[in-house]
């Protein structure tokens, strides 16, 4: 049976999609609340072609700095990147906010392709999609903090 290339994780977070917005593309700030992802030199202007250089320190064998490109971004609604080796290891995330009973329901997506899929996500989608609840969920408490 093939390997479903895509692991989704959907959070509500109680604040409206303007407002998670804010905290989800500030990327300078996503050290003082993401458990395990921060941005070298973050821009500030982010828009689809835009580079992204980021750090992983989740303490796995993935720890390390990624560059990635934004291909989607509609304020506020949907914000994506894809980055990894061509035709090895790909990966196309992605983060969909709605509205959702007077907050925000948020769908972090990634979908892994390429050569190396199966064998780098068969193991580790139950732990990958944990990791991406536990993101979410800080997420929801930075906003909660009320920044």
Known sequence: MPLDPVVSVV?????PPEEVWRVL?????????HPGLSYVDAPTDIQAGTELRTRITSGGEADGEYAFTVVHYEAPRHFAWRGGIPDVLMALHSYVLEPHDG?????????ITGTAAEQFLGP???QTQERYASYGKALAARLAAGH
Do not use: H, K, N, V
């Open 11 to 15: 959070t509500d977070i109680p604040a």
């Open 25 to 33: 593309t500030d990327l300078a700030g996503y050290a003082q609340w």
């Open 103 to 111: 907050g925000t329901r948020l769908t972090e997506s990634e979908e």
């Open 124 to 126: 580790r989608r139950a």
